[in-house]
């Protein structure tokens, strides 16, 4: 009886701390997920997570997959009415020993997001393309989702060439009003850029996909 006893004590013990330590463990992850969320919405962050280029009849298109969180103070800019210039760029560079290396071919866009108080709207556009979206969500997803944009080819690529490619995507701060450029400098907020991407390659650049980055 004794024995049977001990048992019977142990074992709700046991069982109580292990339902307490499954608990801290569990609200510790939550608390962790909380901050790292908190940390991105404060400041914002542009993560390029994919990039292939396709061969075509014209040369090469450019294809990009992004991760881009805005911070608080860009979502209630853009509810003031302030547009926001975002820039993806992409290079070729012959590296030269003897001077600044020669940029051979290159796709650059500048896509502006914008909201319209009177139709509740987010809107896209880039020269004459425009598109509308109920939430900002929908036009992040968009943003972040490049497919076959052009690259012009400068100068002939030669076989056998290690070139260099480049690519990075930002807000252009510069594209807005001059009071407003004096209010970014200094402001993590508005610093908002992906890292720049560098990798070498070779004619042809590539038919598959050059970079691919797992989300954690």
Avoid at 10 to 34: E, Q
Avoid at 64 to 90: P, R
Avoid at 175 to 185: G, H, I, S, V, Y
Wanted: proline share 2%.
């Amino acid at each position: 009886m004794t024995v049977s006893s001990i048992r019977c004590c142990i074992k709700p013990k046991f069982a109580m701390w292990f339902v307490l330590t499954s608990r801290v463990v569990i609200l510790s992850m939550l608390i962790a997920m909380l901050l790292l969320s908190a940390t991105a919405r404060a400041t914002g962050e542009i993560q390029i997570t994919f990039v292939g280029l396709d061969v075509v009849e014209e040369g090469y298109q450019l294809n990009v997959d992004a991760k881009i969180v805005l911070s608080s103070i860009l979502e209630q800019a853009l509810e003031k009415g302030i547009s926001l210039y975002f820039v993806t760029k992409f290079s070729v560079l012959n590296p030269r020993w003897y001077w600044f290396d020669e940029e051979v071919a290159r796709s650059k866009l500048r896509m502006e997001l914008s909201y319209y108080a009177l139709t509740r709207k987010y809107r896209l556009s880039h020269g004459s393309w425009s598109q509308s979206f109920d939430t900002l969500d929908e036009a992040l997803r968009v943003l972040s989702r490049l497919r076959g944009r052009p690259v012009f080819v400068k100068s002939e690529l030669e076989q056998g060439v290690d070139y260099i490619a480049r690519l990075r995507m930002w807000l252009d701060v510069s594209r807005l009003a001059k009071p407003f450029q004096m209010e970014t400098l200094g402001s993590k907020a508005w610093n908002l850029t992906s890292d720049t991407l560098e990798w070498r390659t070779n004619v042809p650049l590539s038919t598959q996909k050059l970079y691919k980055k797992e989300e954690l």
